[in-house]
């Protein structure tokens, strides 16, 4: 098998267990899912973001994105208002229940990965520096 292939097939296991460590964390200790969580991180890394920033952030279409904005602020965790120069765009900001949740949703993140990555510290820095490159050359 060649080197391509085993990245492929390592990091394809790697994300499907990890994301089920982290889903089941999530919805036991927070009440929520990754599809509630990552779009809340990214509005909450983005804040006064637009639809747009939140599909860019997470590499989905915008309207994946719509939909999860959508949820978040039937949940109460964002708010939208309108673009203060584009009447055709609304600006996203999270609540203070959305910041509640997102702190307590990263506490579920926390434990699950610390619970499923068993690297020593330099080992995972260095793991999430290579990822945090390849999702720049990714997009």
Known sequence: MSD???LFADLSFAQVRLLDAVETRLRADAGMETSSFLPLLAVSEHEGARV???A???GISVG???KAVDRL???GW???KSHPTDRRSSTISVTAAGRRALAKGGKAVEAAVDGSVTLAASKR???QGALAQLRT???
Request: no cysteine; glycine share 4%.
């Open 73 to 75: 602020e039937r949940a």
């Open 125 to 127: 820095t260095a793991l």
């Open 78 to 80: 964002v708010k939208r």
């Open 137 to 139: 050359d990714l997009r």
């Open 64 to 66: 994946g994105a719509s």
């Open 4 to 6: 391509h292939v085993s």
């Open 52 to 54: 747009q920033d939140v």
């Open 56 to 58: 860019l952030a997470l």
